[in-house]
T-cell receptor, first 114, second 113 residues
Framework: AQSVTQPDIHITVSEGASLELRCNYS??????LFWYVQSPGQGLQLLLK??????LVQGIKGFEAEFKRSQSSFNLRKPSVHWSDAAEYFC????????????FGDGTTLTVKP | AAGVIQSPRHLIKEKRETATLKCYPI?????VYWYQQGPGQDPQFLIS???????DKGSIPDRFSAQQFSDYHSELNMSSLELGDSALYFC????????????FGPGTRLTVT
C-alpha cells in the first residue's frame, strides 16, 4: 500500500529565511507526487506536481520541489519565506491510473516568525 | 475564474440523522472526488466519479453513498450519522478522469452532535 511520511509535524522559520519541508513516500512504482497548502478552515491549494521529466519542479508562490527516486523523497523548498506562507502543507502521492486518488501525508504546520 | 462550489459550508446534525453534501465542479470538469478530513488529520480519499460513473473507491463507509448527476455535480449522502463523522468534507474536480490536476472546493464542515 502506498504511504506518505512527513517527518516534521511543525516547523518554525523566520521571515526571509529559507524553508525545506520533507516528504518521503512508499510506493511500488513511481507515483504522481503533489504538494498542497491549506490555510485554516480553507480548502487545499495545489502548489506543484511531479508526473515525469525534470526532477526539479517549479510551483506557485515561489515554491519548488525536487523528486529523488533513490531516496523516495519529494521535498518542498522556498528560498525566502513570507509571513503569508504560514499554513499547513500536505504532500500527497497518487497512482498513475488515477492521479485524483491521492494519499496524503499527515501534514506539516509552518509558522513564520516576524 | 469559477471554482469548485460546495454546499452547505457548515452543517450540524444529530446522531442517527442523515446529511446530503453537494459539490458543483468547475465548468467542463467531468470528474469529481470526495475526501474526508477529520480534526487534525490528513484528507482521506472516499470516492470518485468520472462521467457520472464511479471511477474509484476509498475508505467510504457503507452508510455513505454518492453519485454524479448529468450536469456533473455530485452529492454525498450520509446516513445514520455518528459522532466520528464530524469532519471537513472536501470535493475536488478535474478534467479527464485521471486527476492530473485537482481543484479543491472550500469544504463542508459537518458537525455531528
Amino acid at each position: 500500500a502506498q504511504s506518505v511520511t512527513q517527518p516534521d509535524i511543525h516547523i518554525t522559520v523566520s521571515e526571509g529565511a529559507s524553508l525545506e519541508l520533507r516528504c518521503n513516500y512508499s510506493y511500488g512504482a513511481t507515483p504522481y507526487l503533489f504538494w498542497y497548502v491549506q490555510s485554516p478552515g480553507q480548502g487545499l491549494q495545489l502548489l506543484l506536481k511531479y508526473f515525469s521529466g525534470d526532477t526539479l519542479v517549479q510551483g506557485i508562490k515561489g515554491f519548488e520541489a525536487e523528486f529523488k527516486r533513490s531516496q523516495s523523497s519529494f521535498n518542498l523548498r522556498k528560498p525566502s519565506v513570507h509571513w503569508s506562507d504560514a499554513a499547513e502543507y500536505f504532500c500527497a502521492v497518487a497512482p498513475r491510473t488515477n492521479a485524483g486518488k491521492s494519499t496524503f501525508g499527515d501534514g506539516t504546520t509552518l509558522t513564520v516568525k516576524p | 475564474a469559477a471554482g469548485v462550489i460546495q454546499s452547505p459550508r457548515h452543517l450540524i446534525k444529530e446522531k442517527r440523522e442523515t446529511a446530503t453534501l453537494k459539490c458543483y465542479p468547475i465548468p467542463r470538469h467531468d470528474t469529481v472526488y470526495w475526501y474526508q478530513q477529520g480534526p487534525g488529520q490528513d484528507p482521506q480519499f472516499l470516492i470518485s466519479f468520472y462521467e457520472k460513473m464511479q471511477s474509484d473507491k476509498g475508505s467510504i463507509p457503507d452508510r455513505f453513498s454518492a453519485q454524479q448527476f448529468s450536469d456533473y455535480h455530485s452529492e454525498l449522502n450520509m446516513s445514520s450519522l455518528e459522532l466520528g463523522d464530524s469532519a471537513l468534507y472536501f470535493c475536488a474536480s478535474s478534467l479527464g478522469g485521471r486527476g492530473y490536476e485537482q481543484y479543491f472546493g472550500p469544504g463542508t464542515r459537518l458537525t455531528v452532535t
